[in-house]
C-alpha cells in the first residue's frame, strides 16, 4: 500500500506525539474482552470459494456473499473463529468432510450456532451446548451467506460514480475492493490475518453491461440475461489482505511479455491515457525478474486507475489498483511528477514479490513489504532509466524524511508489535516506509549489491507462498554473506542477525564520531544515539581518504561494534593515512546515520574543497554539511572558523544537493548575526558564494522549467535575497508587481515558480518603494479575504524590514481602526506572532507597535498569549525595558478587568527570553572570532548594513513553509477559526 499521508503527517505532528501508543480510548480500555484479538490457531482455512452478487448498476450497495471455507483442525476446539465485520443476514451451514472421500458432500452438523465479539470483529462458530466439538484432524466445510453494504470510502467494498460524457449524461457505477490492512473482513467472512494464506476461488455476478476482474484471469463467464456471472481461476496461497475486485465499464489497453499479460483498466475515455504506464510496467515486471533471478508468478498483472483508492496505490496481487493521476499520464505533467509516478508504479510492482509471494506473518513486519518495494522501486527505476537519477530522489524523499524524522519525532523501532485495528493502521507511517528503506539501503551497499541481492533471491524462494519474520531475511543475508569469499577473513561473518536486529529493534538514529589521534595514528570511534536514550549498534564504516578517495565502493570495510567507544590503528583499517590527509567515512552517505569528525579532519576537508572539491563526492560534501548542522544549532561545535573554512568553497559548488543541506545552516547563521557589527561582512561573504548558482538557476532568459530542484531553489533565493543580492532583489521585486498588479498567475504563467511563489513575494515586498507598498496595503483593503491573492499579500507583507511600514501593516491589520475585516480577531493576534517570529528585522517595530498599542490590542481575549509567546524572544539586554511594557500592561489589565485565555507570564519566569537563549549564547561564544575571520577574509570591508534596533537580535523561527501562503483556509482551519 502506499499512503499520501506521510509528508503530511511529518508536517503536522509535533515532537512528543507519540507513534502506535494510545489507540484504544481510556474509556474503552476497561471494557477490553478477555479474548485476544489474535485468531486462534486451532482451525487453519484450506480454501475459500466466494461468490459475491451485486446490482451495482441500479445503484444498489448491499450485495449478497457466499463464502464457502473448507477448514482443517488442527487441534481439538470448541470453536471455530473468523472474521466479520459489518456483515449481516448470516446463515450458517458446517458439514464434516470425509477425508477419505473429499469429492462427497459431508455430513450436516446441525447442533451449532454462532456469536459475535464485536471488540475482535470475530464471528464465533460453536456448537450450541460447550463441548470440544471440533477433533484435530477432521476437515469441515463452513458455507456461510451473508449480506453486506458497499461504502463510499476505499475500505473492504466500495462504490464509485462515473458521469458519461454527452449525450448520454449516463452514470455508471464503479465497484472495487480495498483488503489491507484489516478490511478483507467487510467482504466476507475470513480468516482476515496475513498468515492464514489459503486459494481463493471467486465468482461475481453482475449486470451484464459491465465487466468483472479479480486477482487471476476469468476462468468462465455465464450470461443469464440481464446479468452475467465471471468465474475465475483459483489464486495460489495468498493471503487475505490481498484479496481484490473491481467491478465497471472499464475498458483496458494490454501487452504480454514473457507470458505475462499486463493491462491498463480505466475509465473508456481515458484508456489512451495509459500508454506510457503500460510501457513502464511491461519494462518493470521483465527487470524485476531478471534482478530477483524469481519470476512472476500469475498469468497476468492489472493495473487499474479509480477516482478513489485508498492512499495512492494498493499492491493486490494480479490486480493493482491506482489513484487515476498515479497510472494516467496528465497533459501538463512535469518530468519529476512522471518519475515519482513511475517509482510508485515500480513500488507497487515490486510488492508482488515483497509481500504477495513472502508475506509477513504478522503486522509487527510492515516495513519487511513497505520498506523492500521503497527501496527497490528507486533501485529498479535507476537500473531501467540512469539518466533520471532517481536515486536523488530517493535522497530527498525518502532519506530526509527518515532523517529527520529519526531525529526529532518520538519514534518507535522498525519491528513493532501491534494488534488493534487502527494500531495496524499506523505501522504504515515513515519507519516502515522510508526508515526502512534507508536501512535495507544501507545493508545493500554494506554487504556488496550482488551478494545482498543473492540473500534475497534466497528469501523469496524459500519463504514463496509463505509467511516469514525477520529473522528469515536476516538467515538468507547470512548465507549469502558466507558463501561470499571476500568476507571470510571478518570477524562479524557469522554475525549478520545480529548486525540487522541491531537496527530493526532501536528507535533512533546514531551519531558517529571520528576522532583522529595524530600522534599514535590511531582513529578513536564513538557512537551515540541522536536522542537521550542509550541505544548501540552494528554501523557499517568505510572509508575515503586523500590517498584512496574510492568513493564508488561502498560496501563496508568496518564494523563498528555495539559499544560506545573503539580505537582502531590505521594499520587494522589497512588505510594509507598522513597527518595532514582528510578523512571521510560513509562513503555516497549509504549507511543510515550521521558522521561528526575532529576539528583538524574538517580543516583538511575544507583544504582539499578549497582545492578541489570534485574529489570528494557530491553526497558527502552534503553530508558533511548535514552532520554539522545539529552541533551548529545547539552551539556545540568547538571552533568557527572551520566552518567557514568549509563554506568557502561553495562559489564553485555547482551541484545543488550540498547547496540543500547548507541552506539552514547559512540561514541560522543570518539570524544570529542580523544587527551585529559583523552582519555586512557575513553578507558581503555569502552573496560572493551564492552569486553564481543564483545566476545559474535564476537566469533571465532561463526558460527551461527546473521543477526537480524546487526545494533547493527555494533555497538559493531566499539565501541570495537575504544578503541583499542586489540581482535577487531586483528579481523578486519584478515578480511581486507582475503578481500583485499586473495579474500575473503563478499557478499557470509561471508553473515552475509556483511552489516558490511564497518566498518570491516575501522576498520582492522588501524592495518596494514607500508608494508600491502602499498600493499593496490599499489593494489588500478591497480584495476578497477567501482568495489566495488575499493571503498572498498578507503573507508577504510582513516581510517589510522597514520600521515605518511594518508599523503601517500592523496598523491595518490591528491598528486603532481595525474591524476584523481583513482577518479575525484571532487570525490577527496569529499574524502578529508569525511576523515577529519569522522576521528577525521587525521585531523592534513590533515592540515597538505594542508598546504604543497595548490598550487597543489588549481587547482581543487572545492578546497576552500572543504577548507570552514572544516575550520568549526577549534578550537579556532588553530586561528592563520587556519589565516597563510589561508593568503597564499589567496594570491596564487589572484595571480595565480585561479577560485572556491564559495569565499574563510572570516578568521574572524562566520563559521570558527562552527562545533566544541560544542565540545569545551563540553571539557570546562566535561573534568576535566569526567577524574577525570575515574581516581577515574580506578586506577591505564594506558596511552596506549599519540598521541595528533594540530588539533586533535573535533566532527566527522555522522558515514558513508553503503552505501557509498557498491556503489560507488550511492556516484557518489549523488555528481553529
Ligand atoms: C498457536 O498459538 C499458540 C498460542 O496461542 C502458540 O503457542 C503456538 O506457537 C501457535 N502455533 C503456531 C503453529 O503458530
Ligand atoms: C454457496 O456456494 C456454494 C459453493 O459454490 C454452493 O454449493 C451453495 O449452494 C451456495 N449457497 C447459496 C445459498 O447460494
Ligand atoms: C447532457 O449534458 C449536456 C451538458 O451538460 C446537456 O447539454 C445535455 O442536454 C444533456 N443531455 C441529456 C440527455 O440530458
Redesign the pocket.
Known amino acids: 500500500m502506499l499512503t499520501p499521508c506521510l509528508v503530511i503527517l511529518l508536517l503536522a505532528s509535533t515532537p512528543g506525539l507519540s507513534q502506535g501508543t494510545e489507540v484504544v480510548a481510556p474509556e474503552e480500555r476497561h471494557l477490553l474482552p478477555a479474548r485476544s484479538l489474535r485468531l486462534p490457531n486451532d482451525t487453519y482455512p484450506l480454501s475459500y ?1 466466494l ?1 459475491i452478487s451485486t446490482n451495482i448498476h441500479l445503484g444498489e450497495w448491499r450485495f449478497a456473499g ?1 463464502a ?1 471455507i473448507d477448514i482443517e483442525i488442527r487441534r481439538s476446539t470448541n470453536e471455530i473463529v473468523v472474521h466479520a465485520k459489518n456483515l449481516s443476514d448470516i ?1 450458517i451451514t458446517l458439514r464434516l468432510l470425509d477425508n477419505a472421500k473429499p469429492e462427497e458432500l459431508g455430513e450436516l452438523v446441525d447442533d451449532i450456532t454462532h456469536t459475535f465479539d464485536p471488540y475482535a470483529t470475530f464471528l464465533i462458530v460453536h456448537p450450541r451446548v460447550d463441548y470440544q466439538a471440533f477433533e484435530a484432524g477432521q476437515r469441515y466445510r463452513l ?1 456461510i ?1 451473508y449480506t453486506g453494504l458497499m461504502g463510499t470510502r476505499p475500505k473492504g467494498l466500495y462504490w464509485m460514480a462515473y458521469e458519461e460524457e454527452p449525450p448520454s449524461n449516463r452514470t455508471v457505477y464503479v465497484a472495487a475492493t480495498q483488503s489491507e490492512p484489516t478490511f478483507a473482513r467487510l467482504i466476507m467472512p475470513c480468516y482476515d490475518e496475513p498468515a492464514f494464506k489459503s486459494n481463493y476461488s471467486i ?1 461475481l455476478t453482475h449486470s451484464s453491461s459491465l465487466t468483472a476482474i479479480s486477482n487471476m484471469p476469468v476462468k468462465e463467464l455465464v450470461n443469464h440475461g440481464e446479468l452475467t456471472t465471471t468465474t475465475f481461476q483459483t489464486t495460489p496461497p495468498m493471503s487475505t489482505y490481498l484479496v481484490a475486485f473491481v467491478i465497471s465499464n472499464f475498458d483496458h489497453i494490454s501487452e504480454t511479455y514473457r507470458g505475462v499479460t499486463q493491462s491498463i483498466y480505466s475509465s473508456p475515455t481515458s484508456k489512451d491515457k495509459g500508454r506510457s504506464a503500460l510501457k513502464n510496467v511491461v519494462l518493470t515486471v521483465a527487470a524485476l525478474e531478471d534482478y530477483f533471478g524469481v519470476s512472476y508468478m500469475l498469468p497476468k498483472l492489472d493495473h487499474v486507475a479509480l477516482k478513489k483508492n485508498q492512499g495512492v496505490a494498493m499492491e493486490n496481487w494480479g490486480l493493482i489498483t491506482f489513484r487515476d493521476d498515479s497510472l494516467l499520464s496528465q497533459d501538463d505533467a512535469d518530468k519529476h511528477k512522471t518519475l515519482k509516478h513511475k517509482v510508485m508504479q515500480n513500488h507497487e510492482i515490486s510488492h508482488q514479490w515483497f509481500g504477495n509471494l513472502v508475506s509477513p506473518e504478522w503486522w509487527s513486519y510492515v516495513w519487511m513489504n513497505e520498506g523492500l518495494a521503497t527501496y527497490f522501486s528507486y533501485v529498479i527505476t535507476d537500473l531501467l532509466h540512469p539518466e533520471d537519477n532517481v536515486m536523488e530522489i530517493f535522497n530527498r524523499d525518502e532519506a530526509e524524511h527518515a532523517y529527520s524524522y529519526s531525529s526529532f519525532f518520538d519514534v518507535r523501532p522498525m519491528t513493532y508489535y501491534v494488534e488493534t485495528e487502527s494500531e495496524i493502521m499506523k505501522v504504515f507511517d515513515i519507519i516502515s516506509y522510508k526508515r526502512a528503506a534507508c536501512v535495507i539501503k544501507m545493508f545493500h551497499h554494506a554487504f556488496h549489491q550482488k551478494t545482498f541481492v543473492q540473500g534475497i533471491n534466497r528469501y523469496l524462494k524459500t519463504f514463496q507462498y509463505s509467511v516469514v519474520s525477520e529473522m528469515d531475511l536476516f538467515n538468507s543475508i547470512q548465507v549469502a554473506v558466507l558463501e561470499d569469499p571476500r568476507f571470510q577473513d571478518q570477524h562479524w561473518k557469522h554475525l549478520v542477525r545480529h548486525i540487522m536486529l541491531s537496527w530493526t529493534h532501536s528507535e533512533w538514529l546514531p551519531i558517529v564520531s571520528i576522532i583522529r589521534n595524530y600522534e599514535n595514528n590511531t582513529i578513536t570511534l564513538r557512537q551515540r544515539s541522536i536522542h537521550s536514550k542509550t541505544e548501540h549498534w552494528w554501523i557499517p564504516l568505510n572509508f575515503a581518504t586523500t590517498q584512496s578517495p574510492s568513493f564508488e565502493q561502498t560496501h563496508v570495510e568496518f564494523f563498528m561494534p555495539p559499544v560506545m567507544e573503539h580505537t582502531v590503528t590505521v594499520e587494522e583499517l589497512r588505510l594509507q593515512l598522513a597527518g595532514r590527509d582528510w578523512l571521510i567515512v560513509n562513503k555516497q552517505q549509504t549507511g543510515f546515520y550521521h558522521v561528526l569528525y575532529d576539528t583538524d579532519n574538517l580543516h583538511a576537508i575544507a583544504r582539499q574543497l578549497q582545492s578541489n572539491h570534485s574529489v570528494i563526492h557530491a553526497m558527502n560534501r552534503a553530508s558533511l554539511f548535514q552532520d554539522l548542522a545539529p552541533l551548529i544549532e545547539r552551539n556545540e561545535f568547538e571552533s568557527v572558523d572551520v566552518l567557514f573554512e568549509l563554506f568557502k568553497y561553495l562559489e564553485f559548488e555547482d551541484d545543488l544537493t550540498p547547496w540543500s543541506q547548507v541552506a539552514n545552516t547559512i540561514e541560522f547563521f543570518d539570524n544570529n548575526l542580523y544587527g551585529t557589527t559583523a552582519y555586512s561582512l557575513f553578507k558581503q561573504y555569502v552573496r560572493r558564494l551564492v552569486t553564481p548558482t543564483f545566476l545559474r538557476l535564476f537566469h533571465k532568459d532561463k526558460t527551461e522549467v527546473v521543477t526537480m530542484d524546487i526545494l533547493v531553489r527555494t533555497d538559493i533565493l531566499n539565501m541570495a535575497c537575504r544578503v541583499d543580492m542586489p540581482e535577487c532583489l531586483d528579481y523578486t521585486h519584478r515578480l511581486v508587481l507582475e503578481y500583485v498588479f499586473k495579474n500575473i498567475n503563478f499557478e499557470s504563467d509561471y508553473p515552475d515558480y509556483y511552489a516558490i511563489h511564497d518566498t518570491i513575494l516575501c522576498m520582492g515586498v522588501r524592495q518596494l518603494s514607500d508608494e508600491e507598498f502602499q498600493k499593496l496595503i490599499d489593494l489588500l483593503i478591497v480584495t476578497d479575504p477567501n482568495t489566495a491573492m488575499h493571503d498572498d499579500m498578507i503573507y508577504s507583507l510582513r516581510c517589510t524590514r522597514n520600521h515605518r511600514r511594518m508599523h503601517h501593516y500592523l496598523n491595518v491589520l490591528v491598528g486603532e481602526n481595525f474591524t476584523y475585516n481583513l482577518l479575525n480577531e484571532r487570525e490577527s493576534m496569529f499574524y502578529l506572532a508569525y511576523a515577529f517570529k519569522s522576521n528577525v528585522a521587525s521585531r523592534s517595530s513590533i515592540w515597538h507597535f505594542i508598546n504604543q498599542n497595548y490598550k487597543q490590542l489588549a481587547r482581543s481575549p487572545h492578546f497576552v498569549t500572543l504577548f507570552n509567546d514572544i516575550a520568549e524572544f526577549v534578550p537579556e539586554r532588553q530586561r528592563p525595558y520587556f519589565a516597563t511594557l510589561h508593568r503597564n500592561i499589567d496594570a491596564y489589565l487589572r484595571a480595565e478587568h480585561l479577560s485572556s485565555k491564559e495569565p499574563l507570564i510572570p516578568v521574572d519566569s524562566r520563559r521570558v527570553g527562552k527562545k533566544i537563549r541560544n542565540s545569545e549564547e551563540f553571539l557570546d561564544k562566535f561573534e568576535h572570532q566569526i567577524h574577525k575571520w570575515l574581516l581577515k577574509e574580506l578586506s577591505p570591508a564594506g558596511s552596506d548594513d549599519t540598521y541595528a534596533a533594540s530588539f533586533s537580535v535573535g533566532n527566527g523561527s522555522a522558515r514558513p513553509t508553503s503552505l501557509l501562503s498557498a491556503a489560507g483556509n488550511i492556516v484557518r482551519s489549523a488555528i481553529g477559526v
Open positions: 470459494q461468490h457466499n464457502t446463515q458455507q451467506t465468482r
